[in-house]
C-alpha cells in the first residue's frame, strides 16, 4: 500500500506564508501526478493545486499567483508554497495522489489532513 503523510500546517497571520509538504511512501511504481485539495465543512472537498509526472500544474483560481506547487520525483515528495495568505484559505488541506502500485494497477490515496489557520 501507499501512504502520504503530510506536513507544515499551523497557525500564521494573514498576509504571511506556509509551506506543507507530503511524502509518498510504500509500494510505488509510478506516480502519475499529486496535490492538495482543502475542504470547508459542508462542502465537497475541492482541488487547491495539482502536479503530474511531466511537470504541468494545475490551481484553483482562488490560489492562483499566490501557492505554489512542486514536486522532488527523487522523493516522492509534493510541496505546496503558500504565499499572501487570507483567512479565507484556513481549511484542512489534504494531499492527493494517482499511483501506480504495480504495472497495471493504479489507486487515489489520501493523505490524513493537516490544519492551515489563517488569523485576520
Known amino acids: 500500500q501507499v501512504q502520504l503523510v503530510e506536513s507544515g500546517g499551523g497557525l500564521v497571520q494573514s498576509g504571511g506564508s506556509l509551506t506543507l509538504s507530503c511524502a509518498a511512501s510504500g509500494t510505488i511504481f509510478r506516480i502519475i501526478a499529486m496535490g492538495w485539495y482543502r475542504q470547508v465543512p459542508g462542502k465537497q472537498r475541492e482541488l487547491v493545486a495539482r502536479?503530474?509526472?511531466?511537470?504541468?500544474?494545475d490551481y484553483a483560481d482562488s490560489v492562483k499567483g499566490r501557492f505554489i506547487i512542486s514536486r522532488d520525483n527523487g522523493l516522492n515528495t509534493v510541496y505546496l508554497q503558500m504565499n499572501s495568505l487570507k483567512p479565507e484559505d484556513t481549511d484542512v488541506y489534504y494531499c492527493?495522489?494517482?499511483?501506480?502500485?504495480?504495472?497495471?494497477?493504479?489507486?487515489?490515496?489520501w493523505g490524513q489532513g493537516t490544519q492551515v489557520t489563517v488569523s485576520s
Open positions: 502536479v503530474t509526472a511531466g511537470g504541468s500544474t
Open positions: 492527493n495522489g494517482y499511483i501506480y502500485t504495480s504495472m497495471t494497477t493504479w489507486s487515489d490515496f
